[in-house]
Protein backbone atom coordinates (compact mmCIF):
# COMPACT_ATOMS: atom_id res chain seq x y z
CA UNK A 1 0.00 0.00 0.00
CA UNK A 2 1.50 3.32 -1.32
CA UNK A 3 1.31 6.07 1.38
CA UNK A 4 1.68 6.22 5.30
CA UNK A 5 -1.09 4.41 7.33
CA UNK A 6 -0.69 5.36 11.17
CA UNK A 7 -3.51 5.50 14.31
CA UNK A 8 -2.94 7.98 16.50
CA UNK A 9 -4.63 8.57 19.68
CA UNK A 10 -5.19 11.96 20.83
CA UNK A 11 -6.34 12.31 24.35
CA UNK A 12 -9.41 14.04 25.34
CA UNK A 13 -9.57 17.50 27.03
CA UNK A 14 -9.53 17.23 30.96
CA UNK A 15 -12.30 18.99 31.06
CA UNK A 16 -14.30 16.02 29.01
CA UNK A 17 -12.77 13.81 31.15
CA UNK A 18 -14.06 15.04 34.28
CA UNK A 19 -17.75 14.73 33.07
CA UNK A 20 -17.20 10.75 32.26
CA UNK A 21 -16.30 10.35 35.77
CA UNK A 22 -19.13 13.11 37.12
CA UNK A 23 -22.01 12.14 34.78
CA UNK A 24 -23.90 9.17 35.01
CA UNK A 25 -24.14 6.60 31.90
CA UNK A 26 -27.52 6.58 31.03
CA UNK A 27 -27.26 10.72 30.78
CA UNK A 28 -24.19 10.13 28.56
CA UNK A 29 -25.91 7.51 26.24
CA UNK A 30 -29.01 10.22 25.95
CA UNK A 31 -27.34 13.20 24.33
CA UNK A 32 -29.75 14.90 22.07
CA UNK A 33 -28.07 16.24 19.04
CA UNK A 34 -29.71 18.49 16.44
CA UNK A 35 -28.05 18.54 12.87
CA UNK A 36 -30.19 21.05 11.51
CA UNK A 37 -32.82 18.68 9.66
CA UNK A 38 -29.16 16.59 8.48
CA UNK A 39 -29.87 12.89 8.70
CA UNK A 40 -26.56 11.56 10.45
CA UNK A 41 -24.73 10.43 7.32
CA UNK A 42 -25.54 13.68 5.32
CA UNK A 43 -22.92 16.10 4.45
CA UNK A 44 -23.17 19.93 5.01
CA UNK A 45 -22.88 21.72 1.42
CA UNK A 46 -19.20 21.80 0.23
CA UNK A 47 -18.25 24.65 -2.50
CA UNK A 48 -14.53 24.45 -3.93
CA UNK A 49 -12.57 26.59 -6.09
CA UNK A 50 -9.66 26.28 -7.62
CA UNK A 51 -6.81 28.95 -8.49
CA UNK A 52 -7.88 31.54 -6.29
CA UNK A 53 -4.55 32.46 -5.40
CA UNK A 54 -2.40 34.12 -8.52
CA UNK A 55 1.35 34.12 -6.62
CA UNK A 56 0.82 30.21 -6.07
CA UNK A 57 1.65 27.23 -8.31
CA UNK A 58 -1.53 25.94 -7.26
CA UNK A 59 -4.25 26.61 -5.00
CA UNK A 60 -7.82 26.02 -3.82
CA UNK A 61 -10.08 27.64 -1.42
CA UNK A 62 -13.09 25.17 0.30
CA UNK A 63 -16.07 25.82 2.19
CA UNK A 64 -18.05 22.81 4.34
CA UNK A 65 -20.90 25.54 4.97
CA UNK A 66 -19.19 27.60 8.20
CA UNK A 67 -15.75 25.77 7.46
CA UNK A 68 -13.77 27.63 5.18
CA UNK A 69 -10.01 26.80 4.52
CA UNK A 70 -7.55 28.30 2.03
CA UNK A 71 -4.27 26.40 0.44
CA UNK A 72 -1.97 27.59 -2.04
CA UNK A 73 0.82 25.04 -3.47
CA UNK A 74 4.28 26.37 -3.77
CA UNK A 75 6.58 23.76 -6.16
CA UNK A 76 8.06 21.93 -7.10
CA UNK A 77 10.82 24.33 -7.37
CA UNK A 78 14.37 23.95 -7.03
CA UNK A 79 16.49 23.30 -3.08
CA UNK A 80 18.75 25.89 -1.79
CA UNK A 81 20.03 23.18 0.64
CA UNK A 82 23.27 21.80 -0.59
CA UNK A 83 22.87 18.55 0.22
CA UNK A 84 21.15 15.75 -2.22
CA UNK A 85 18.16 14.02 -2.63
CA UNK A 86 16.43 11.89 -5.05
CA UNK A 87 12.87 12.72 -4.57
CA UNK A 88 11.00 16.04 -3.95
CA UNK A 89 10.88 17.37 -0.42
CA UNK A 90 7.42 17.34 1.08
CA UNK A 91 6.32 19.82 3.31
CA UNK A 92 3.40 20.85 5.08
CA UNK A 93 2.16 24.13 7.55
CA UNK A 94 -1.44 24.43 8.69
CA UNK A 95 -2.43 27.78 10.43
CA UNK A 96 -5.23 29.07 11.90
CA UNK A 97 -6.19 32.54 11.94
CA UNK A 98 -6.70 34.36 15.29
CA UNK A 99 -10.57 34.70 14.42
CA UNK A 100 -11.12 31.31 13.21
CA UNK A 101 -12.24 29.94 16.45
CA UNK A 102 -12.90 31.52 19.80
CA UNK A 103 -12.71 28.21 21.82
CA UNK A 104 -9.64 25.89 21.82
CA UNK A 105 -10.46 22.24 20.98
CA UNK A 106 -7.71 20.58 22.97
CA UNK A 107 -5.32 20.87 26.02
CA UNK A 108 -2.54 22.09 24.75
CA UNK A 109 -1.10 25.23 22.92
CA UNK A 110 -2.31 25.90 19.78
CA UNK A 111 0.87 25.83 17.93
CA UNK A 112 1.36 22.11 19.19
CA UNK A 113 -2.20 21.80 17.50
CA UNK A 114 -1.22 23.61 14.66
CA UNK A 115 2.08 20.78 14.52
CA UNK A 116 -0.07 17.76 14.91
CA UNK A 117 -2.78 18.57 12.57
CA UNK A 118 0.02 19.34 9.99
CA UNK A 119 1.83 16.29 10.75
CA UNK A 120 -1.46 14.33 10.13
CA UNK A 121 -2.39 16.34 6.57
CA UNK A 122 1.12 15.86 5.39
CA UNK A 123 1.48 11.57 5.81
CA UNK A 124 -2.36 11.29 4.11
CA UNK A 125 -1.29 13.52 0.97
CA UNK A 126 2.30 12.62 0.35
CA UNK A 127 1.83 8.46 -0.76
CA UNK A 128 -0.28 10.30 -3.62
CA UNK A 129 2.65 12.26 -5.11
CA UNK A 130 4.99 11.31 -7.11
CA UNK A 131 8.10 12.46 -5.67
CA UNK A 132 11.01 10.50 -7.68
CA UNK A 133 9.93 13.02 -10.58
CA UNK A 134 11.23 15.83 -9.19
CA UNK A 135 14.35 15.45 -7.61
CA UNK A 136 16.35 17.98 -5.85
CA UNK A 137 13.38 19.81 -5.49
CA UNK A 138 10.73 21.26 -2.85
CA UNK A 139 6.85 20.77 -2.42
CA UNK A 140 5.50 23.45 -0.05
CA UNK A 141 1.77 23.00 1.25
CA UNK A 142 0.21 26.10 3.18
CA UNK A 143 -3.12 25.79 4.79
CA UNK A 144 -5.05 28.55 6.14
CA UNK A 145 -8.10 27.94 8.67
CA UNK A 146 -10.75 30.94 8.01
CA UNK A 147 -13.26 29.59 9.93
CA UNK A 148 -13.45 26.65 11.99
CA UNK A 149 -17.12 25.02 12.38
CA UNK A 150 -15.88 21.35 12.29
CA UNK A 151 -14.47 19.48 9.90
CA UNK A 152 -11.23 21.14 9.15
CA UNK A 153 -9.03 18.50 8.89
CA UNK A 154 -11.52 16.97 6.17
CA UNK A 155 -11.75 20.28 4.27
CA UNK A 156 -8.09 21.16 4.25
CA UNK A 157 -6.90 17.42 2.93
CA UNK A 158 -9.03 18.07 0.20
CA UNK A 159 -8.12 21.36 -0.73
CA UNK A 160 -4.64 20.48 -0.58
CA UNK A 161 -5.27 17.36 -2.90
CA UNK A 162 -7.05 20.26 -5.73
CA UNK A 163 -4.34 22.51 -4.78
CA UNK A 164 -1.32 20.01 -5.78
CA UNK A 165 -3.68 19.47 -8.63
CA UNK A 166 -4.05 22.81 -9.53
CA UNK A 167 -0.42 22.68 -9.46
CA UNK A 168 0.07 20.19 -12.36
CA UNK A 169 2.05 18.11 -9.65
CA UNK A 170 2.21 14.19 -10.85
CA UNK A 171 0.03 11.98 -8.41
CA UNK A 172 -1.54 8.55 -8.27
CA UNK A 173 -4.68 9.80 -7.33
CA UNK A 174 -6.15 12.34 -5.74
CA UNK A 175 -7.02 12.15 -1.70
CA UNK A 176 -10.54 12.56 -0.53
CA UNK A 177 -11.36 12.83 3.02
CA UNK A 178 -14.31 12.08 5.25
CA UNK A 179 -14.50 12.31 9.08
CA UNK A 180 -17.04 10.97 11.39
CA UNK A 181 -18.03 11.87 15.67
CA UNK A 182 -19.30 8.12 17.25
CA UNK A 183 -21.38 8.57 20.39
CA UNK A 184 -22.81 5.25 21.95
CA UNK A 185 -25.42 4.92 19.64
CA UNK A 186 -24.75 6.96 16.74
CA UNK A 187 -21.94 7.75 14.08
CA UNK A 188 -22.12 11.57 12.69
CA UNK A 189 -20.63 12.26 9.30
CA UNK A 190 -19.00 15.39 8.63
CA UNK A 191 -19.54 17.19 12.05
CA UNK A 192 -19.47 20.62 13.53
CA UNK A 193 -17.89 22.24 15.75
CA UNK A 194 -20.23 22.09 18.26
CA UNK A 195 -20.23 17.73 17.57
CA UNK A 196 -17.14 17.41 17.40
CA UNK A 197 -16.98 19.22 21.08
CA UNK A 198 -19.23 17.06 22.96
CA UNK A 199 -18.42 14.85 25.74
CA UNK A 200 -17.43 11.36 25.32
CA UNK A 201 -17.37 10.95 22.05
CA UNK A 202 -14.84 9.61 19.64
CA UNK A 203 -13.32 11.11 16.54
CA UNK A 204 -12.45 9.48 13.54
CA UNK A 205 -10.89 10.76 9.73
CA UNK A 206 -10.41 8.78 6.66
CA UNK A 207 -8.08 9.96 3.72
CA UNK A 208 -8.37 7.76 0.83
CA UNK A 209 -6.98 7.57 -2.90
CA UNK A 210 -10.45 6.48 -4.17
CA UNK A 211 -9.06 5.15 -8.06
CA UNK A 212 -6.79 2.98 -6.47
CA UNK A 213 -8.98 2.02 -3.44
CA UNK A 214 -6.00 3.05 -1.45
CA UNK A 215 -6.06 4.61 2.48
CA UNK A 216 -3.65 6.96 2.88
CA UNK A 217 -4.71 7.99 6.60
CA UNK A 218 -6.66 7.01 9.65
CA UNK A 219 -6.92 8.75 12.75
CA UNK A 220 -8.92 7.82 16.05
CA UNK A 221 -9.13 10.15 18.92
CA UNK A 222 -10.70 8.50 22.10
CA UNK A 223 -11.93 4.56 23.06
CA UNK A 224 -14.43 2.95 20.91
CA UNK A 225 -15.57 -0.86 20.62
CA UNK A 226 -14.35 -3.14 17.91
CA UNK A 227 -17.21 -3.26 15.76
CA UNK A 228 -17.77 0.37 15.92
CA UNK A 229 -14.46 1.52 14.65
CA UNK A 230 -15.03 -1.36 11.56
CA UNK A 231 -18.60 0.23 11.12
CA UNK A 232 -17.39 3.85 11.18
CA UNK A 233 -14.33 3.17 9.21
CA UNK A 234 -16.48 1.64 6.47
CA UNK A 235 -19.05 5.06 6.71
CA UNK A 236 -15.97 7.23 6.67
CA UNK A 237 -14.19 5.21 3.35
CA UNK A 238 -17.81 5.55 1.27
CA UNK A 239 -18.24 9.31 2.09
CA UNK A 240 -14.65 9.08 0.76
CA UNK A 241 -16.10 8.85 -2.41
CA UNK A 242 -18.69 10.96 -2.36
CA UNK A 243 -16.25 13.71 -1.85
CA UNK A 244 -14.00 12.64 -4.27
CA UNK A 245 -16.79 12.99 -7.16
CA UNK A 246 -17.21 16.82 -6.07
CA UNK A 247 -13.41 17.44 -6.63
CA UNK A 248 -13.04 15.25 -9.50
CA UNK A 249 -16.23 17.29 -11.14
CA UNK A 250 -14.42 20.43 -10.00
CA UNK A 251 -10.99 19.62 -11.74
CA UNK A 252 -13.48 19.16 -14.86
CA UNK A 253 -15.02 22.02 -14.16
CA UNK A 254 -11.99 24.07 -13.73
CA UNK A 255 -10.22 22.22 -16.86
CA UNK A 256 -13.03 23.10 -18.89
CA UNK A 257 -12.71 26.64 -17.93
CA UNK A 258 -9.13 27.05 -18.41
CA UNK A 259 -9.51 25.42 -22.17
CA UNK A 260 -12.58 28.03 -22.92
CA UNK A 261 -10.76 30.62 -21.39
CA UNK A 262 -7.33 29.56 -24.23
CA UNK A 263 -9.50 29.60 -26.84
CA UNK A 264 -11.13 32.99 -26.62
CA UNK A 265 -7.93 34.26 -25.93
CA UNK A 266 -6.54 32.31 -29.24
CA UNK A 267 -9.50 34.19 -30.88
CA UNK A 268 -9.11 37.62 -29.99
CA UNK A 269 -5.15 37.74 -31.00
CA UNK A 270 -6.33 36.12 -34.82
CA UNK A 271 -8.70 38.96 -34.81
CA UNK A 272 -5.95 41.31 -33.93
CA UNK A 273 -3.21 40.24 -36.44
CA UNK A 274 -5.79 40.53 -39.32
Not at 40 to 53: A, H, P, Y
Not at 60 to 85: D, M, N, Q, W
Not at 135 to 158: E, F, H, Q, R, W
Not at 214 to 221: F, K, M, R
Request: glycine share 4%; proline share 2%; aromatic share 6%.
Amino acid sequence: MRGSFRLFYIQKKKEQQKNEQNENKNNNNSIDIQRNNRSDEQFRQIFLKSGIVSQASGSCYIEIEKTKVLCSVHGPRASHKTEEFVAAKFNCELKYTTFSSSVDKYDYTENNKEKDQSLIIREALIGSVRLEKYPKTVIDIYILVLNDDGNVMVASITAASMALADAGVEMYDMVASCSSVCTKDRILLDPSYQEESLPNTTNILVAKMPALNQVTQLVQSGDLSYNTVIEAVDLNIDGCDKIYSIMKQNLIDSLEKQLKDKDNNNNNNNMDIK
